[in-house]
């Protein structure tokens, strides 16, 4: 079987811009699509804030689901995020940062076609470095007993969709929608309009919780019969003098683009949503009553699930036999790293890829440390062996980079250290490190693990910056 051609990553070729009124606060804003590097991801970006605040496109960052999806980092939140990711996942993009001025995406039309044709403008560029797909091996299952939600993920070649909906409605009852690629998205799924009832959108009128809203960014379904002497009131209300109000169905101002445009919409929704999950899937998604609460909820819990797969924890096994080659030896070592005598604590490294890193140190008695920790008891201190680990990190990382020796790298935060051993004179220190994630916006978060031959002596959680030099 030949092997499948990889796929680069992607960005768009030159900034584009769109403006528009946000759903709920509706206030204007200018949202701004500019290329980012290789492994950067979707960041949002709050140019109106200062200092500025970037928000990873991740499910962990997910603080609100009323009617909408809300990232938020600290103080800064970005409301509506769903129909823009939609788009950039559907224009086969990897790597793009959305500068906005305001705290809340437009709404457009209700759709994902208005970022669908701005993204289009910029055109797509193609980057140096491959796409990380997950490819799924076993059935996934996610259930939200209290929103009777349940959204199953199985194997596939490609990316599906499959969708139900079922209001128990007689103006909008069950209905399924179903995408096979990506590329049916921009005109099968996009156009697709949000939608809501009547007596929703009544009630959150009169509670100015959609202040950006108004009949032309939404599908409005009747329910339950409008009396009459209520019309008046809603023509008023809505700025439309010749609407209708039938008994059940959508108000006549607008026509479906599909009969099931509702349940198209959700998957739209649902492709959103899941690009929170931080990785392209190959996998066939089925959604049950699909909501923002339920689909964030389940990115959240397949993202924990994928990240597991994808770093496995390092053995006692992987160690049995000490590595012998170099890859890089100490002066090479240099070239990445600006530590110098008697604070580079790498020797060489053994083996190096995408992912991983095992680096050597070889622990002599001449260290000048020993001096003084302790004298007569020669220990290593448990902060070197994490410090010797941070720079083996530090070699993964940069190496990664186009222009390794452009950069400093600062630790950001440490967490889970457990010292598990004591490292003496004369012992060959083996540092173990794997990435936990991709490095996006230039923070590298690495699984850490040093070793005294089988014996694990220090595993630790890193967290680094790779900072330009100016």
Known sequence: MKKPLSVLQKTIAQPVTMEGVGLHTGSSVIVRFVPAPEHTGFVFRRTD?????????????????????????????????????????????????????????PIGDGSALPFIRTLQKAGIAEQKFEREYFELKEHFHFEDEIKGTEIDLFPDSDYRISVLIDFDSKAL??????????????????????????????????????????????????????????WGHLREMFGHPDLQFQSAGVLNHRKLYFDNEPARHKLLDVVGDFTLIGRRLKAHAIAHKPGHSSNTAFALAFRKYMLGKESPKLTKDSLKSAPKQTVFDSAQIMQFLPHRYPFLLVDKIVEI????????????????????????????????????????????????????????????????????????????????LKLIEPIRRGICRMEAQAFVQDQKVVEAELMAQLVRKS
């Open 49 to 105: 804030l200062n200092p500025v605040v970037d928000i990873p496109a991740l499910a962990e960052y997910v603080v609100e689901t009323s009617r909408g999806t809300t990232l938020g980092r600290g103080d800064a939140k970005v409301l509506t995020v769903e129909h823009a990711l939609s788009a950039l996942t559907a224009m086969d993009l990897d790597n793009v940062i959305v500068e906005l001025n305001s705290p809340e995406i």
């Open 173 to 230: 009852g069950r209905q399924h929608a179903r995408m096979d690629s990506l590329e049916s998205f921009a005109k099968e799924i996009s156009p697709c309009r949000t939608f809501c009832f009547l007596h929703e959108l009544e009630e959150m009128y009169n509670h100015k919780l959609i202040q950006g809203g108004d009949l032309n960014n939404a599908l409005v379904f009747i329910e339950n019969p409008v009396a009459k002497k209520h």
């Open 353 to 432: 890829s995408e992912q991983h890193v095992v680096g050597i140190k070889n622990v002599s008695i001449n260290e000048n440390f020993f001096q003084g920790h302790f004298p007569g008891n020669p220990v290593m201190p448990g902060v070197l062996t994490i410090e010797a680990l941070a720079q083996a990190g530090g070699v993964l990382c940069l190496n990664l980079m186009d222009d390794p020796g452009g950069y400093w790298t600062y630790f950001t935060r440490i967490d889970k250290v457990k010292f598990k051993g004591k490292v003496f004179p004369g012992d060959t220190l083996v540092l173990k």
